[in-house]
C-alpha cells in the first residue's frame, strides 16, 4: 500500500515528515505562497510551498513536516512539502468541489454523479446511510436475526400486481422482485427471525421526489409473536441501533449537513388508525400526507416524540396477507411508523394459517394457482410471524433533510435516469 | 413475544417450569410413553409425556418441568408437558425432517425449499453464508472501507457483452447488471475503499453445478494502492475475516456438515501464471480446472495452504479495464484465488488514467461511447486502485464441500427454475 498517514491522523504526527496522499480539493495561489488542501477519505489537509501547484482534483502524494497551524484544516499543515502528482483530470468538475454548497442543479449533480459525490456534502448522506445500515444489522443480529439472502428475479406479478418490471428470462417472462415479502415470510420457517438488505424493484410511473425504481429495502421477519407489537418492538430496537450507529460512526457527516438525530422513545407512542382519522378530522380509508404530518405535530406536541405508530389501518387498505384483528375485524394488525411526518416504514402482523391465506384471495376474488410457491410455506405449519420494511434512501433523506430522495442516493434509477 | 426460552438454554433453567416453541421435529409414540422433539431455531428440545402428540411440523409451545436426561438432545428434557398447537400443517414434507440426511433428490429439496431448508442440515449451509457475509463486513469496515449500494438496472450491456438479462425499463431497453464493477471503481474516487454485497446476475444459457442465474457478489475496491499485491492482502484479511467468523458465529452449522475450515496462512502463497504454466506444463493462455486442481494439490504439498493466489494472467484473457503488469507488457496485474482446486475469487489492479481506458477499448475495436458513463470517473482524477469479486455461493458450496451450488443456495434462480 502507498505508505501514507491520514489527514485526520496529522496531528499524531507533529514535527515528522510524513506523507499524505489524496485528492487536490482546492489550490490558491498567492503571490508568494500557496496553498494546497488535499482530501482524503477522512477529511481535509493543508500543504504550503511556493511552487506551482497541480490542479483541482489531481491525484497526489505529498510529503511535508507536520506543523502546527491554527488557520489549517485540523490545526496542522505540512511545510517544505513534495509533491507527485499519481493521475491529473482531463476535465473540470461542473462545479467547485471546495465551496462549502454544491453550485449545481440536481440534474448535473446527478448527471455528474461520479465526481459530483465527492463534495463532501453530497458524500455525507451515503455515509450516514452506511452507518444506519450497519447498525440495523448489529442490532437484529444481536436479536437472533438470520441474514438472508433471496431471489430478486420472480416468476409471477404477484405481490402488487402493478409497477413491476418485466424480464425476458431465457425466452420466458419473469419480473423484477418488488419485495423479499414471500420469501422472508417462508424463511421464518426456517430460521424464525431473519433480514435482508437489498435492492427491490418497482416500475413507478410517477416522476415524484420520494420514489425511485430501485431503492434498497431493510426487511425484517420474525416468528413466535403474540401479535404486531412485538414487531413493533423489534422494529423499535432496529430504528435505536440506526441511529446510534449514525451517532457513533457517522456523526461528522451528520454534523456537517446539521442533521438533528432523533432521540427514539423506550416505547414509541402508537395511535389507532380510528384515533388517528379522528384526531384529523378524517372519515377515509387511508392516511394523505398531509394528515401524516399533523399526526406527526401532535405526538411531538403530546408525547416529544419524533416517531409515531399508527396500528390498525383498514384491512381493505392493506396487502392480503395481512392478519387482521380478532378483536375489530375490518381493522389490521398492521403498522406504519411516522417520522417527521412521513411514513417511514410499513410492517404488521401476517397470516400464518393456509387455510386463511385461500380464504383472504378468495374474498379478494382471486385463486391460488399464481402463488403456489408462496403458499407452499404455510402448508407446512408456519408460527405466528410479522415483519416490516425500511427504504433507506427514505430514511436518510427525512434523517438529513434532504427535499429529494434522488440526493441521498448514489446513482439513482427513475422513470427518465438509466445513468451513469 | 410469546414468553420462551431457547431449546438451547434449557439447561440453565434446570428443575424449573419453562416453556419452549417450536415446530414438532418428530414425534415417538411408545406403548406407554412419547418423546417429542421440538425443534426451534437454536436446536433441539425433547419432551416426554403419555398423550398424543401432534404431527411433525406442527408449530407448538410446550411448557413443562426442565429435567436432567442423558439421552436427550443437550442433556436435559421436559416432564409433565403441556402442548399447546400454535398451527397444523396440512401437508407432510416430501422427506422426514429429523432424519440426519434428507432422503430426497435435489430437485425435491428444491422444489420444496420453504420445508426442505428447515432440515438441520440444508439450513447449516446458509447459517454459514450469513456468517461468512457478517465476517466479511466486518473486516472491511476496520479496514476503512464504506458499504456501498449501486444500480442493478444498468443502460447498456457493456461490461461482457453476453448473457445479460433484457428489462423493459419503462418502454426502453435496459439490463440488469452482471456486476457492481463500474459503479464500485467510481464510488473509489468518493470513499477511497468501498465494498458492496448484493445480488448480480447471469443468462447463463449453461445447466453447470457451479452457475446461477443470480448469485450474492462479495465486492471490494481500494484506492492508492501500488499494485495488485495490495489488493490481495486486503483479500487474505477478508478470507480470513469471514472464516474467523463461521468459526464464532457457525461453529455447530460447521460441525453438522463435517466442514473442515481452513487455515488462511499470514501470506498466501502466490505463483505468476508462466509458473503456473511451467508447474502444470501447459502452453494456454488460460488454466483449466483440472489445472486449477493440480495447482491447489501442489500449493497444499509445498506451502501447507489450501488457498493459492494465480498473479500475471495474460491480459487477453482478461477484462479491457485490467492494468497490465508494467514490467511484462501482455501480462497483467490481476490474479485469482484458488481454494482446494476451484477458482473462487477474481480481481486485480485497474486502469486509473482516462487516456490508458480509451487506448484499451480502441486496442478491442471498441469506442468509448457505450462506455461514457462509465469513463466519466477517469476524466476528473482516479488514484491507483484495485480490487476483487468473491461469489458467496461458491464459497459457501466449497467450505461444506456442496458438489452443486444449488444445495447451499435458498431460492435459486437458473435456467430451469424461477420458483419457489
Known sequence: MISRVM????????????????????????KSVSFLV?????????????????????????????????QAPGGFELVAPEIEVLAEPCTAPPFDLYRPEPGATLPTILDHAPVALRHPRLRAPLEIA??????????????????????????????????????????RPAYLAQSPQFCKQAMVGVFERVYEVGPVFR??????????????????????????????????EAMAGMLESVRRRAAS???????????????????????????????????SPAQERRLSEWALRE????????????MAKRPFYTHPD??????????????RGLELVTGGQRLHAYADYV?????????????????????YGMPPHGGFALGLERWTARLTGAANIRQVTAFPRDLHRLSP
Do not use: C
Not at 381493522?331 to 406504519?336: A, L, Q, T, V
Open 326 to 339: 380478532p378483536a375489530r375485524p375490518g381493522y389490521s394488525n398492521g403498522f406504519d411508523l411516522l417520522f
Open 253 to 287: 457527516a451528520a454534523a456537517l449537513l446539521g442533521a438533528t438525530l432523533p432521540e427514539v422513545p423506550a416505547e414509541i407512542p402508537a395511535i389507532h388508525f380510528t384515533e388517528a382519522q379522528r384526531l384529523t378530522s378524517s372519515e377515509e380509508p387511508d392516511l
Open 359 to 379: 380464504a383472504a384471495l378468495a374474498a379478494r376474488g382471486e385463486g391460488t394457482e399464481a402463488y403456489e410457491g408462496y403458499l407452499q410455506a404455510f402448508t
Open 7 to 30: 489527514s485526520a491522523e496529522l496531528a499524531e504526527h507533529a514535527g515528522q515528515r510524513v506523507t499524505i496522499a489524496g485528492w487536490v480539493h482546492r489550490r490558491r495561489q498567492l
Open 203 to 236: 416500475a413507478e410511473p410517477h416522476d415524484t421526489v420520494r420514489h425511485l425504481a430501485q431503492y434498497t429495502s431493510l426487511d425484517a421477519e420474525l416468528g413466535f409473536v403474540r401479535d404486531h407489537r412485538d414487531v413493533m418492538a423489534v422494529l423499535r
Open 130 to 171: 452506511a452507518a444506519g445500515v450497519a447498525g440495523f444489522r448489529e442490532t437484529l443480529d444481536g436479536l437472533g436475526f438470520t441474514e438472508i439472502h433471496t431471489p430478486k428475479i420472480v416468476g409471477s406479478a404477484t405481490e402488487s400486481g402493478a409497477n413491476v418490471f418485466g424480464i425476458d428470462y431465457f425466452g
Open 303 to 314: 408525547h416529544g416524540s419524533e416517531f409515531l405508530f399508527v396500528t390498525g389501518y383498514p
Open 38 to 70: 488535499v482530501r482524503d477519505r477522512t477529511g481535509l489537509a493543508q500543504a504550503v510551498t511556493a511552487r506551482d501547484l497541480p490542479g483541482e482534483e489531481s491525484v497526489v502524494e505529498v510529503t511535508g513536516t507536520v506543523t502546527a497551524s491554527p
